[in-house]
């Protein structure tokens, strides 16, 4: 199963739910993009993955047309903007679905409440997305 995860950025929202994605099954063919994509990924999304168990480190945002021409089981967009403004994929696209999320790396304030954002975001994509790989992906692998 091929799925791809869109967000503006591609630097935090999209990574976490991707590595999430990833972790849940290997047989998951699991990608993501954005339509202004960030030169790297957050550190911050990078450090609270880490410590949920997940790399990401290795990931490195990617333009939506990179992926603009190919098939996919799945397009989720994880963030407004990119629902949006996400192009029509050219491909067979069978299932296109909305996700939103807050970006945590918008947040403004100290130290502790932005990594405490960071933690409740990346906890929010863990759980929606695991319920998503349970109630459907799982089933049609």
């Known amino acids: 199963m091929k799925i791809l995860i869109l967000c503006t950025g591609n630097s935090c ?9 990833q972790s849940f099954d290997k047989r998951l063919q699991v990608y993501s993009a954005g ?10 999304a ?8 997940v790399d990401i480190s290795s990931h490195a945002p990617k ?48 130290y502790t409440e932005i990594i405490n954002e960071f933690y409740r975001i990346r906890n929010d994509i863990r759980d929606d997305f695991y319920k998503l790989y349970e109630s459907e992906l799982r089933k049609k692998l």
């Open 63 to 110: 333009h939506v047309d990179e992926y603009i021409n190919e098939s996919w089981d799945y397009v989720i967009t994880v963030c407004d903007h990119a629902n949006e403004t996400c192009p029509l994929f050219p491909g067979k696209v069978s299932h296109r679905l909305h996700m939103g999320f807050e970006d945590p790396s918008s947040f403004k304030g100290s």
């Open 46 to 53: 990078v450090d609270v993955m880490k410590k949920a168990g």
């Open 13 to 21: 929202r999209s990574q976490m739910a991707h590595g999430f994605l």
């Open 35 to 44: 339509t202004e994509p960030a030169s790297k990924v957050n550190p911050t």
